[in-house]
């Protein structure tokens, strides 16, 4: 019965977010030039990534921030920065990830940032490692008003956590979950969801992890493939899986050239503002403008943000950094949910 409210409550505030002032029509708008394959249009992006920090506080060994191979200064967004960003989207925006690199928990204000959304009806998911030690995060997550938290658990043994994450917090995590599961309780929200990523050393863990699932009494577990290549790294494949079908596909997999509609639908803002294509560009290199400081419409419109959606339509199988993608089939990246 408390999943169904809660999963109730997250379906509204995403119906509350659509309808929101002009943000449907907005919408349609968005979908009707994707599908009339426009490169310069009006509407604005209906998926909002926002980043609130780069840093982190774990150091997994399948993230580039974790592996200390991320270029881009360490930085976390400040509240005005975030405000400033979020009234550009006010009329567009129906979903914000808030998270991109980094443990988004760092950054001393976010919870203003997630209240500040909510105020404005936008569907707010956040995703954590849910590594931390001052408890007074348990109350802030449970009810600040976020809509879906994300906790990359990752491993379900201590053992596989101390050799991916190269930490001994397995323990301190599965704590955390079960008190924000407690702090919860007799209120509607948030999902919570947490995520397996199916290496090589946990590729046989699965029914481990339905079991605890179901034990921590969360609304969610998904088993995620792993991803190795990276920009600026050498790929670990010893992290692969060897069961096959664990394995994401690349764009090399893929015998026909797929469209891909982020380029229309959503946009990517980096701790410093800067504006990107997609979570793919972790290091920053398509950087098409300042969100800060210029006005998010002219960026999107500019000559660079055109030119890269008519290179999607044309020729993705060219750009670089579409080359490492693995979005071409999205739902080919999990393995299951619970
Ligand atoms: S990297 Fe993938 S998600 Fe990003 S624009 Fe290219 S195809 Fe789309």
């Not at 009810?143 to 101390?162: A, K, R």
């Not at 863990?205 to 609304?219: A, H, K, N």
């Amino acid at each position: 019965m408390r999943s169904i409210v809660v999963l109730l409550t997250k379906y509204s505030a995403l119906v509350k977010a659509i309808f929101y002032k002009k943000r449907f029509f907005n919408a349609l708008s968005t979908v009707v030039s994707y599908i009339l394959k426009k490169d310069r249009f009006l509407a604005l992006p209906l998926f909002v990534q926002i980043e609130p920090t780069n840093r982190c506080n774990l150091n997994c060994s399948l993230c580039i921030t974790g592996l200390g191979k991320l270029r881009r200064p360490k930085r976390d967004m400040s509240f005005r920065e975030f405000t400033q960003i979020i009234d550009q989207f006010e009329e567009s925006i129906i979903y914000l990830v808030l998270y991109n690199l980094g443990e988004p928990l760092l950054n001393t204000q976010l919870y203003d940032m997630i209240k500040y959304a909510k105020k404005k009806k936008i569907f707010v998911r956040l995703s954590s490692n849910g590594y931390f030690t001052e408890k007074k995060h348990i109350k802030d997550i449970v009810n600040c008003g976020l809509d879906e938290l994300i906790i990359s658990l990752d491993c379900v043994s201590p053992q596989n956590y101390l050799k991916y994450k190269n930490s001994h917090s397995f323990y301190d995590v599965i704590n955390n979950i079960e008190l924000i599961i407690k702090e919860r309780k007799g209120k509607h929200g948030p999902f919570i969801n947490v995520q397996l990523l199916l290496i090589r050393d946990n590729e046989e863990d699965i029914s481990q992890f339905r079991c605890l699932v179901r034990r921590l009494g969360v609304d969610k577990g998904l088993i995620k493939k792993p991803r190795v290549n990276f920009p600026g790294v050498i790929p670990d494949t010893s992290f692969l899986p060897l069961n096959s079908k664990y394995i994401r596909k690349s764009y090399k997999d893929f015998n026909r050239i797929r469209e891909c509609i982020r380029p229309w639908i959503s946009t990517v803002i980096l701790s410093d503002g800067s504006v990107v294509p997609c979570c793919f560009d972790m290091q920053g290199e398509y950087n098409f403008g300042d969100t800060i400081n210029l006005n998010f419409r002219q960026i999107w419109n500019s000559d660079r943000y055109i030119l890269f959606r008519s290179q999607i339509l044309t020729d993705s199988n060219h750009i670089s950094l579409c080359q490492q993608c693995s979005v071409k089939d999205f739902f080919d990246n999990f393995v299951g949910r619970l």
